[in-house]
């Protein structure tokens, strides 16, 4: 079935540092591919999306591009400020189906 | 915010006796999720509902089962609750079985099991 492999952490960073998390896919045709991040205390929520190869999602100053030829859809910021600090995971739906599948998150801390 | 309430949210019980989680939602999504989620694993998934009455197993099923007797509600029960199911439990909803569907999260329920 379809699944993606993170990078492991923690990351950890200074404020207005370059961040990269990476994120490469095994998968199925070409599914729907999703970063969410999940703050202290709190459950996931979407951070960006794209649907189909070389789609760029971008929130909040972060990016991710749906590269089919890599298998990869990196996550990537240009300047982390300290309330960026969460746990991010990306995902896509399994095999054949709908139901959302998660990497194992990636833990970002950034410090001042 | 999508409207995701689980409750309790927190939870100390004892090695063998039943406990229920629950998953109330205000959006009239179809598709309910519970996962649970791990230091190392991530988040896996327990079970899965894609209309009242319909269920179905996820990865890591065994001692969990489900009900949905209404749209709005999703209750995960661990029928006789064991140390390996100490865990933080999230539900999840999706609007449609469009696989580009985002899916909402509530807020977990950290559950103990002594």
């Known amino acids: 079935g379809n699944s993606v492999t993170q990078m492991e952490g923690p990351v950890t960073l200074s404020e207005e540092a370059f961040l990269t998390i990476n994120c490469t896919y095994t998968a199925t045709g070409y599914p729907s591919l999703f970063w969410y991040v999940q703050y202290p205390g709190e459950g996931l929520q979407l951070l960006l999306k794209?649907?189909?190869?070389?789609d760029k999602g971008s929130n909040k100053g972060f990016e991710a591009t749906y590269r089919k030829e890599t298998t990869s859809f990196h996550l990537e910021k240009g300047s982390v400020q300290v309330s960026d600090s969460a746990v991010y995971f990306c995902a896509l739906p399994s095999g054949g189906s709908y139901i959302p599948t998660f990497g194992r998150g990636t833990s970002l801390i950034v410090h001042p | 915010d999508a409207g995701i309430t689980q409750s309790p949210r927190h939870k100390v019980t004892e090695t063998g006796t039943p406990v229920t989680l629950r998953c109330h939602q205000t959006e009239n999504h179809r598709y309910m999720y519970w996962y649970r989620q791990d230091p190392g694993h991530g988040l896996r998934l327990i079970h899965y509902s894609y209309g009242v009455k319909d269920t179905d197993k996820g990865e890591v099923s065994d001692g969990y089962s489900v009900s949905r007797s209404k749209t709005e509600d999703f209750l995960l029960t661990l029928e006789s609750a064991t140390s390996s199911q100490t865990s933080v439990y999230f539900c999840?909803?999706?609007?449609?079985?469009?696989?580009?569907?985002?899916?909402?999260f509530g807020q977990g329920t950290r559950l103990t099991v002594v």
């Open positions: 794209a649907t189909k190869a070389d």
């Open positions: 999840a909803i999706s609007e449609s079985g469009d696989r580009g569907a985002e899916a909402f």
